[in-house]
């Protein structure tokens, strides 16, 4: 049960094992698939079948090698059927309801972003300083932004701070 009134005070709910694990590890799979095709036709593997440790190393080796690749990677993983299914889950649309929202709508693409330091030529294109999302996200005073980490997250790969209260 989610603390309708904490929720408007605080401006965010937190919700720990929110989405089964199984459909957060389709997102990342296919998303991983994305720049695994493009490792083997750069020659960097042989097969897709890679330690989750030589992945990240012939990733970063992508980066360094091609950055307009990696980034067209990037690109091509916010069009995940999977990732677009999870935005609009029955789980979300609920919740929402369950927050005050009467009419949803998406105003931008779900998105995935790749945290990481290795993959980033200045620190801002990794770790983002202090903002509020909806000035880039915009539909409404009253929008509202869904993250969710796709690995196991800490800060030094940009963990999420939320400050409450902020959004007044």
Request: glycine share 4%.
């Amino acid at each position: 049960m989610i603390d309708k009134q904490r929720y408007k005070q605080n401006g965010f709910v937190l919700l720990r094992n929110f989405f089964d694990v199984g459909k957060l590890d389709t997102v990342r799979s296919e998303a991983k698939e994305i720049f695994l095709i493009q490792m083997k036709r750069n020659k960097l593997i042989d097969s897709f079948d890679i330690s989750e440790q030589e992945f990240e190393k012939q990733l970063y080796a992508l980066f360094e090698k091609d950055l307009q690749q990696i980034v067209y990677c990037g690109k091509q993983a916010q069009h995940l059927i999977s990732l677009h299914t999870l935005a609009l889950s029955e789980q979300i649309m609920t919740t929402l309801g369950e927050l005050g929202l009467e009419f949803p709508v998406i105003n931008v693409r779900p998105t995935i972003f790749f945290n990481s330091p290795y993959l980033g030529k200045r620190d801002v294109d990794w770790r983002k300083p202090a903002h509020q999302d909806w000035r880039t996200t915009q539909g409404s005073l009253d929008s509202t932004i869904v993250w969710v980490p796709l690995i196991d997250i800490d800060k030094s790969l940009g963990a999420l701070e939320i400050v409450p209260e902020s959004h007044k």
